[in-house]
C-alpha cells in the first residue's frame, strides 16, 4: 500500500515563527502536492513538485515556500506564520498509471497560529 | 475558468441510496474523481472516471457521467453509518500538470 506520511498531526505556533511541515512518501512517486483545506473552500493547491528540486506554484502560493531535495520528502516552509495560515495542510503524492493521476493522501497537519 | 461546485450537505437515512452531485466548467477534463474523507483523516480516493465513459460501477458505488451537462454523481447503495464523511469530487487537466480542482465538498450524514 501506498503510505504518505506528515510529520505532526497538530501544531500550534506563534505569529511571525518560520514553520517546517514534512511530506515523507515510500512508493517513489515523481509527484508530490501541499494543499490547505479550509471549510466551504475544499482544497486549494498551494505548491507542487514534479521532480527532485522541481517545484510550480499552485493557486495560493503566497507566503508559502517548498523544497524537494529527495525525491521521497517534500517541505512546505511557512517564512512568517500569520493567523490567516491557521489551517488544516494536506499532503499527496502521485504516479502515472495509465493516466489516471491518482493522488495518495497523508493524514494531514492542523496547524494554529496564534 | 476553472471550477468544480458541489452542494455542502446531504443527510439520508441508513440503509437508503445517497447520491452526492458535483459539476464542472472545464471541458478538457482528462479524469474525475471521488475521494472520501473521514473525521481526521486525509482523503482516500473512492473511485474514477475517464471522459469518455458515461458510467462506472464498484461494488456500492455507481459514478455517472454526463458530459453534455458537465454533471458528475456518485450513489452509494444501501449506505451504512460508515459512509459518513466529506466527499470530494476533482478534476484532473488535460495539460500534464497533473494538477487536480477540487470541489468543496459534500458531508453525508448516515441517520441511524
Known amino acids: 500500500d501506498v503510505k504518505v506520511t506528515q510529520s505532526s498531526r497538530y501544531l500550534v505556533k506563534r505569529t511571525g515563527e518560520k514553520v517546517f511541515l514534512e511530506c515523507v512518501q515510500d512508493m517513489d512517486h515523481e509527484n508530490m502536492f501541499w494543499y490547505r483545506q479550509d471549510p466551504g473552500l475544499g482544497l486549494r493547491l498551494i505548491y507542487f513538485s514534479y521532480d527532485v528540486k522541481m517545484k510550480e506554484k499552485g493557486d495560493i502560493p503566497e507566503g508559502y515556500s517548498v523544497s524537494r531535495e529527495k525525491k521521497e520528502r517534500f517541505s512546505l516552509i511557512l517564512e512568517s506564520a500569520s493567523t490567516n495560515q491557521t489551517s488544516m495542510y494536506l499532503c499527496?503524492?502521485?504516479?502515472?498509471?495509465?493516466?489516471?493521476?491518482?493522488?495518495?493522501f497523508g493524514p494531514g497537519t492542523r496547524l494554529t497560529v496564534t | 475558468g476553472e471550477d468544480v461546485e458541489q452542494s455542502l450537505f446531504l443527510s439520508v437515512r441508513e440503509g437508503d441510496s445517497s447520491v452526492i452531485n458535483c459539476t464542472y466548467t472545464d471541458s478538457s477534463s482528462t479524469y474525475l474523481y471521488w475521494y472520501k474523507q473521514e473525521p481526521g483523516a486525509g482523503l482516500q480516493l473512492l473511485t474514477y472516471?475517464?471522459?469518455?465513459?458515461d458510467m462506472k460501477q464498484d461494488q456500492r458505488l455507481t459514478v455517472l457521467l454526463n458530459k453534455k451537462d458537465k454533471h458528475l454523481s456518485l450513489r452509494i447503495a444501501d449506505t451504512q453509518t460508515g459512509d459518513s464523511a466529506i466527499y470530494f469530487c476533482?478534476?484532473?487537466?488535460?495539460?500534464?500538470?497533473?494538477?487536480?480542482?477540487f470541489g468543496t465538498g459534500t458531508r453525508l450524514k448516515v441517520l441511524a
Open positions: 499527496a503524492s502521485s504516479f502515472i498509471r495509465g493516466h489516471s493521476y491518482e493522488q495518495y
Open positions: 472516471i475517464f471522459s469518455n465513459m
Open positions: 476533482a478534476e484532473s487537466m488535460i495539460s500534464g500538470t497533473y494538477k487536480y480542482i
